[in-house]
């Protein structure tokens, strides 16, 4: 088993007057050549956007891009035609493919938006870029991981799941050369001896299945994707 230990301090931060984020691996202005991604995950943005704010109109090319609220609600607009909200509860996906336009702004004159937003390497390059976005009812199976069956072009898995304290747990590993990237959200858990407290992540790789006990209730999100070589990256 090889792991990669992330705490939540340890990431990059930037502040501005409108944004505030969090970075798990190099974006933007923060660099850290030892947190270049992990396999085919290349980031994962925890942003809060201000009241009214957001991101202009920008262009995003040959990345498969995933937005998961946590609270308030994501205006959205593309060059593909898509206009409309995302809430807490749904997740939306994107291919850039060969190259798409899109602007996001938090909906809310009032109150501000928090999520993630991940990006993956695809697995076939200059695709025709597609969107779409679900609701994802976690209620329905407690205790429990939810694939949430996302479109996208890299056979890699999302799994979402809320956990009482004291719950066990256990995922599979679909195939011997994917990892897990487990990130807690919220609450408290432990994985392969590791405790994990509220945005701790932590990578995992050369396993079959990965036991997890929820220390405190718990909000889990939990990526399977496949564990690239420094030449595919």
């Known amino acids: ?5 992330l705490r939540a301090a340890s990431r990059g931060h930037v502040e ?9 691996f190099s974006f933007a202005h923060y660099y850290n050549p030892e947190r270049m991604g992990y396999g085919a995950l290349r980031v994962i943005n925890d942003d809060t956007i201000a009241p009214g704010a957001g991101f202009d109109e920008h262009f995003h090319d040959n990345m498969e891009i995933v937005t998961i609220p946590l609270s308030g609600a994501l205006e959205h607009k593309d060059s593909l035609g898509n206009k409309g909200q995302i809430t807490a509860g749904e997740v939306q996906h994107m291919s850039a493919g060969h190259g798409i336009l899109h602007a996001e702004y938090n909906a ?14 695809p697995n076939e390059r200059q695709i025709k870029p597609s969107y779409s976005q679900k609701r994802i009812n976690l209620e329905s199976k407690p205790n429990q991981f939810v694939d ?10 999302f799994y979402l799941g809320r956990f009482d304290q004291d719950t066990e747990t256990a995922l599979s590993v679909r195939s011997a050369d994917h990892g897990l990237f487990v990130m807690v959200i919220e609450g408290k858990a432990e994985a392969a001896g590791e405790i994990l407290e509220k945005r701790d992540a932590l990578g995992v790789s050369d396993i079959k299945e990965l036991p997890i006990t929820a220390k405190a209730g718990s909000f889990i999100l939990i990526m399977e994707i496949p564990m690239l070589n420094q030449a595919e990256t």
Do not use: C, R, Y
């Open 1 to 5: 088993m090889k792991t990669f230990l």
């Open 16 to 24: 501005s007057g409108w944004l505030n984020t969090w970075h798990s």
């Open 108 to 121: 809310s004159q009032t109150e501000p938006v928090s999520l993630f937003q991940i990006w993956l390497l």
């Open 148 to 157: 949430l069956e996302l479109p996208l072009h890299q056979a890699a898995t």
